[in-house]
């Protein structure tokens, strides 16, 4: 999503918590000075507030926010995928790790950018999210719960917003993808039914495009994205209301 947003114009900031390894991979891969790799901790609020600042001051004001940080079930197990672990068996700390990261840290940042947007008449806010069978999938404690908060979290922050000129979306990969959250140790038969990242790219440059201005407390599935239509006609096929349960929001 990075790559894709930095060839398409933009000028990118990109987070890690832990190491500055694979950001600043990724921004040797893009246009040269298109990506900005910078350390922060999304789970806490000050980090977040420091992280605004200073991309705000090395590349102007921040218009898209893309909440996609995570961590995963593999803190919870290795095996996750094989052997999904019972939710009493996770770690108390363990627990509040990803909570912390996944439900907290999309707040922290939309609450750190969304004054600005809200002042200059426009913004995007786009939530990563899971689909809805893998949220209430056996053993998928705490990740599952968490990406139920954050469609949670689109919906009203949608509502919320409604009229500023500043949306709030959600976009799915569709199934499990092949990223930094499955374990190397996963069969390779496994490995080649996952989903590559790049399909997300695609809906979340039409997502930030003028023709989603009006598009706000949606989710988006990438998998579903028909590259051999227009991006419009290709996302009316795949758009529907953010929703829990069967009640949608009108």
């Known amino acids: 999503m990075a790559l894709g947003l930095s060839r398409a114009g933009f000028r990118v900031a990109i987070t890690a918590a832990w190491t500055r390894n694979e950001i600043e991979a990724v921004a040797r891969e893009a246009p040269q000075g298109q990506i900005y790799p910078v350390m922060a901790d999304v789970s806490r609020e000050s980090a977040c507030a420091a992280l605004i600042q200073e991309v705000e001051a090395r590349l102007g004001p921040v218009d898209v926010l893309v909440n996609n940080a995570g961590r995963g079930m593999r803190y919870v197990s290795e095996r996750f995928l094989i052997e999904p672990p019972p939710f009493w068996e996770t770690d108390p700390e363990t627990w509040r790790m990803i909570i ?3 439900v907290n840290g999309p707040f922290f940042m939309s609450r750190a950018v969304t004054p600005g947007m809200i002042a200059r008449g426009w913004g995007r806010i786009i939530n990563i999210s899971m689909n809805h069978e893998t949220m209430r999938r056996r053993g998928f404690s705490p990740y599952g719960p968490s990406k139920a908060a954050l469609e949670s979290e689109t919906i009203i922050w949608a509502q919320d917003l409604a009229g500023t000129g500043v949306t709030a979306n959600a976009l ?8 930094g959250m499955i374990p190397d140790e996963v069969p390779p038969e496994l490995q080649q039914k996952l989903i590559s990242p790049e399909i997300m790219v695609a809906p979340l440059l039409w997502l930030i495009s003028d023709s989603a201005d009006e598009v706000s407390g949606k989710r988006l599935d990438a998998s579903r994205w028909d590259t051999n239509l227009n991006p419009s006609e ?3 096929k795949v758009c529907e ?3 829990w349960g069967a009640t949608k929001i009108e």
Request: hydrophobic content about 40%.
């Open 100 to 102: 912390e990261t996944n």
């Open 172 to 179: 799915l990969p569709g199934g499990a993808s092949l990223t």
């Open 234 to 236: 290709a996302a009316a």
């Open 241 to 243: 209301p953010a929703q």
